[in-house]
């Protein structure tokens, strides 16, 4: 078996010393490759490559939910082909890694390693759902072209937090979950449109959902975590279904206040609700529009505002050792 390392030395919790046991540990059973990423899309491009091809067995992706993002999204560059692309595997190394742990693996990178090649010992993979996002036919925003998510997105009050964060990574402060809590206090403070939403759900044959004030889009569950605790928006969402909506209405002080305490104390069967509270499960297609420009992430990766982005839920787009 051939596979190539893709490994993020900027990512939050990798080091030089969790590399080298990676390096150690899967040289020993395959032949390796290993590249350390230079710049911001290098994962991808080196996706692309494993993708285009003949010879690459399996990609390994260390680092955190945007190594794993650009990696996916380069394999993924001309399509799902489930018999034909490398299997991808994932060790955890940024400060969430919400899919790795989505998956099951330990949030460890060593530990992960080794429940990895426990799987390729005992040929044991998982072939999972994504989500694709892209600009919307006939509006401003129908050129912005389409990239795939593993686990999230978001229009609006999440990515308007998730740019704040950015903002201050850049600035030299680390990627916290005290870091994440504060800027979520700051977006409500600043938030604009939290009593009068500008957000439309169009999911076709249905009628259009309007007055959102916050969109989540889940692939599987939970949609992050707070530390340890396992935080649950969408908690029907999963890899073997296509995708899952979570929209508020309402964003006052009283509602949040609600909402933020379902979200913490929330579980595999129970999310937010509320006479606010828009939900959709397993859905293929559907497009949210903005009155405004608005925030959007995918994969907590700020990609700027958007008007309009439609959305298709893909199911066994890519198989992943687990």
Known sequence: MRALLVVNPAATTTSARTRDVLIHALASEM?????????????????????????????VALGGDGTVNEVVNGLLHRGPDLDRLPRLAVVPGGSTNVFARALGLPNDAVEATGAILDA????????VGLGLAGGTPGTEDESVPERWFTFCAGLGFDAGVIG???????RGKRSTHALYVRQVIRQFLDEPHRRQGVITLDVPGEEPVTGLALSIICNTAPWTYLGNRPIYAAPQASFDTALDVLGLRKLSTPAV?????????????????????????????FT?????????????DHLGVRTSVTFTGVRRALRVIV
């Open 31 to 59: 032949k390796l490759e290993a590249v350390s990423t230079e710049y911001r899309g290098h994962a991808r491009d080196l996706g692309r490559r494993a993708a285009d091809s003949d010879d690459i067995d399996l990609v």
């Open 120 to 127: 390729l010992a005992n040929r044991t993979e998982r072939t």
């Open 164 to 170: 704040r964060v950015e903002q201050r990574r850049e």
């Open 257 to 285: 206040s609600r909402y933020a305490t379902q979200l913490l104390t929330s579980s595999p069967g129970k999310g937010p609700r509320g006479k606010h509270a828009v939900s959709r499960h397993d859905l293929t297609d």
């Open 288 to 300: 949210l529009h903005s009155k405004v420009p608005l925030p959007f992430q995918m994969d907590g």
